[in-house]
């Protein structure tokens, strides 16, 4: 092989980054041991509180000394491998912004009747179709009001892109760029919240194409909280500033109380001094006689003193920092300063009408500390804001005289008499910008401004300016969210997924070691080792990116071990036929790889597009599975047919190397001479799977439809466990009359004492209420159960209009991986015959694996179609068109080998000349996928029944269905088959 030391040089550096990255990993662990042994309680048990008070005290400091680099605490966060909400636990939410208040707000006060009726057709018009907010409402209010213009309602002098010549073109333009820019905004406006929040590694990103806004939050234990904290109205404001020379005095008094609080807690702990120690408890402002009780240790009195004295001007220091805008603090020591002007003392110390808040955006120093300036807020008499963002007309980004970016603001009527006021008595003063109560900005007056049009000026750059411009806009423009979708994992639910994940992971980890090894020998044990490479890259690599390892991830992991053989049994395979062919061993495994490129490089793209398609049109979950799923074929790819060759080469020679190095006394004589007449029982194919699909038809329309999720359907559904065996029949009936007698599913999950409870009662109201109210009716339906101690472990929400999407976008998925496979087999091997085969073939299998869900049904077997149906879907499809692909790939080397054959006479030669490949590589993924089924969890079972029935009728279909369509659709009038003419990638 060429190349060799690049290929041994790039697998050290790989391996060299994956270990660096995946050391972080290892590091955090090691501290979340010692904060849970540090919290462990006399009994054993762990105090929370105490675990993330050790953690929140290390959080920034150094930890992990790499070669000289130190990383504190939160940068090994940032850098560890992380676990999904599903195997962590902790809130996935998916909001809307409301376009209806958007639309209303533009609207202002000309709005009418026919406006409100055209709001409410265009709600009702959402609930069954697939088009913008915006568009649903110009067809609504055309159809009530035929000739009207919508610039009579939507020009006003605040909107100055709008006029009343305005055509309903450019109004809608508008309105459609206002709802972009609320996105944003409030976009921007969690992102800080949820920063603010403390959680770690948030995953916050705005869907492309919509107005909605996907957030994860892994370890949330209060998701009500994180409700109100995601749909609180945003809360701007304008406040007058203290500057340093008015609040200093307040802080020398703030010192005073310390140095007080630093003696008297040191003579609390010196219990021994003598009761004459009296400079102690003069310095702690204390009466001696009440310290006598405490006092019985011999120390110096005056070194305390002194002590004290030289500690008294540090206190301070040790908390606060004087920065180049004013004062300041370290990142790490704001709670501490929170806590300590929460107390009384403390509070007493400072006017009432004097409050601080936090700057935010911390200023990074030249040594990379990170501090947040504190702000001293003038409160008015009443305690309110002197002016608040409904105010705001309009805010953007612009740029001054000297071309620096800066914010042009617009205040209506009301708003600028306040402004006006505001600024007049502020001329040279800073005045605070505040949302949510962090501030954002504090310019300084430079005079007093009438007329509401006025300008911020600073140091910003263009991003900065656009930002401050979204978050003044925040106040002109109420556009509430609501929560679309949501699912809620408790942490004892992520620790079995966790144990399952790793159980089935190394259950099939084990049983493709043995089998290789038992089938190929030296070869098998090389395979293997190129396996764990893998296992180990791809680790690695999430770690590199930083995303998250979930249990669909895991799954994904699995499949690659069943798959990532299949490029090492081709090989093999070919080997095999060359030495059989009269070629030594190193002889053979130069041809044997070199001959097998074409194939597997083919079958890798083809099972990368359906990956790239998945995690493009999944969320979630399936996205995680996607991301590792494509990582897994790329690392198996560069193991199997770079790193496996290195090894082989380096482990063969002339001398050592014989037959028996790739085949052993159980394998040696396997699939010899195979003789089998595929084409013979092609019309016995057809009308097979014909009428298996047309069974699982029927069997759909006996139960009323297929057994849609929640991601597809809407509802809601919880995961609700007991402490004993409940029937699920029973608790079905028990939840009926509470939940209105409407759709509900109860089923047993994973064990016998926990239940799945699915419903659609309530579907179309996605508000909060109607959460707590879905959930009352479920805990007082399961009141007759008390004594089992029903308790909900997660629970997840899917709206209707969010389920459409949803359903739209798995369609589109499918379609687009048909139509990108379709492609790409015509480019390859320049012939439609082979693409069309190809994609019945997909289509059949996706028919099929859905049959077979019905026709479990039937039997009392219920899995759901869901979003990781979808994700099953897709990747029996890169599975099977990677095993026609390879076999397609044959017929073109046969046909091009046997110009004077005609083609049908090709076709079971060159299928039985991979025979072996098909057969071998469907048994180590289905051996895979039976271990999944079995270890995977409840969570997983869907999924793997529908791989189990995909791997069979993948295999299936590639024999009988996708080289027997080639065949037909050829012209088997000609006598001789003209070859095709291929790409080629490597020399063959």
Sequence with gaps: MRNKGFILFLTVIVSALCLYYLSFTLVSRSVERDAAESATTAQGTVDHYKKQQYLDSVWRTPVYNFLGAEYTYQEVKENELSLGLDLKGGMHVTLEVSPVEIIRAMAGSRKDVAFEKAIERAQQMQATSQEGFVDLFYRAYREIQPNAKLATIFASSTTRNLSYNSTDQEVLAE????????????????????????????????????????????????????????QGTANLEFWEVWNYNEFGPYFSQLNDYLVKQEAANKLKANTAAPATDNALARAAGTDTTNLAAQLSTPDSAAAQSDSLNANQS???????????????????????????????????????????????????????????????????????????????????????????????????????????????????RQVAIVLDNYVYSAPVVQSEISGGNSSISGSFTIEEAQDLANILKAGKMPAPTRIVEEAVVGPSLGKEAINQGLLSTLAGLALVVIFMMAYYSRGGFIADLALVFNIFFILGILAQFGAALTLPGIAGIVLTMGMSVDANVLIFERIKEEMAAGLNVKDAIKKGYERAFSSIFDANVTSLLAGAILYFFGSGPVKGFAITLMIGIATSFFTAVFLSRLFIESMVSDKNGSANTFTTFLSKNWFKNTKFDVLKYRKAAYIGSTAFILFGAAAIFMKGGLNLGVDFSGGRSYVVDFTSPVP????????????????????????????????????????????????????????????????????????????????????????????????????????????????????????????????????????????????????????????????????????????????????????????????????TLFLVVIVLFIFGGETLRGFSFAMIVGTLTGTYSTLFIATPLVVDTTNVDKEKQVAAKPTVVASR
């Design 314 to 428: 540090s206190l301070l220091g040790q908390l606060f920092t004087t920065l180049p805008s004013g004062l300041g603090s370290n990142v790490r020591d704001t709670a501490k300063v929170n806590a300590l002007f929460a107390t009384p003392q403390v509070k007493a110390i400072f006017p009432q009408n004097m409050k601080f808040l936090w700057g935010v955006k911390p200023i990074i120093a030249d040594d990379g500390a990170e501090f947040l300036e504190l702000y001293a807020i003038k409160k008015g008499r009443d305690g309110n804001a002197p002016l608040t963002g409904e105010y705001i007309a309009d805010a953007r980004q612009d740029y001054d005289q000297s071309g620096r970016p800066e914010i042009s603001m617009s205040m209506n009527a009301a708003g600028s008499k306040k402004w006006q006021r505001l600024t007049g008595d502020n001329i040279g």
């Design 175 to 230: 309105i459609n760029r206002e709802v972009d820019d609320a996105v944003a905004r409030s976009f921007n406006i969690l992102r800080t919240r949820i920063d603010k929040f403390g959680v770690n590694q948030p995953n916050i990103q705005q869907l492309k194409g919509t107005n909605r806004i996907q957030i994860e939050l892994p370890g949330v234990d209060n998701p009500e909280r994180v409700r109100k904290l995601l």
């Design 728 to 923: 699920a029949s029973d608790v079905r009936t028990a939840l009926l009359d509470n939940f209105g007698n409407q759709g509900t599913e109860v089923k047993t999950f994973g064990a016998p004492s926990r239940l799945k409870i699915t419903t659609s009662y309530l579907i179309n109201d996605e508000s909060t209420e109607a959460d707590e109210q879905v959930k009352a009716a479920l805990m007082t339906g399961l009141q007759e159960y008390q004594a089992q101690n029903p308790t909900i472990q997660s629970s997840s929400k899917v709206g209707a209009t969010m389920a459409d999407d949803i359903q739209k976008q798995a369609l589109i998925a499918v379609l687009l991986s048909f139509a990108g496979i379709f492609l790409y087999v015509a480019l390859r091997f320049s012939r439609w015959q082979y693409s069309l085969g190809g994609v019945v073939a997909l289509i059949h299998d996706a028919l099929v694996v859905i049959a077979a869900f019905a026709i479990a049904r039937l039997f009392g077997i219920a899995y759901e179609i869901d979003q990781v149906f979808i994700a099953s879907i897709l990747t029996i499809i890169g599975y099977s068109i990677n095993d026609t692909v390879v076999i397609f790939d044959r017929i073109r080397e046969y046909t091009r080998e046997n110009p004077r054959l005609k083609f049908r006479d090709v076709i079971n030669p060159a299928l039985n000349s991979t025979f072996s490949r098909t057969i071998i590589t469907s048994l």
